[in-house]
């Protein structure tokens, strides 16, 4: 919503939640307890926050938490993502 004409909101959304960061430690941590399915979901607004304006962070971020997922021994992973919406 920061990009649109008018918003109340003025501030960036940014590129992710504290997961971004930790997501090595937070794989590691499934897979000690035993974990073999990591499941995690793409906001399609911060892959592409404007039409035509991607985030590579984001789009590099996705291939880096689904990869180390595997290489920690999931065998079976998944994730959803949201539909763009166009706002104005």
């Known amino acids: 919503m920061e990009h649109v004409s008018g ?6 959304s940014g590129d992710a939640s504290d997961h971004y960061h930790r997501y090595r430690k ?5 897979a000690e307890l035993g974990s073999t399915l990591y499941r995690f979901s ?5 892959i592409e926050p404007e039409e035509g304006e991607f985030s590579l ?5 996705t291939d880096a938490c689904s990869g180390r997922a595997m290489s920690m021994g999931s065998s079976r992973w998944s994730r959803s993502t949201t ?3 166009r706002v104005g």
């Open 26 to 30: 937070d794989i590691a941590l499934l």
């Open 42 to 46: 793409l906001e399609w607004s911060r």
């Open 83 to 85: 539909s763009p919406r």
């Open 57 to 61: 962070p984001n789009l590099t971020i």
């Open 7 to 12: 918003s109340p909101y003025v501030e960036l």
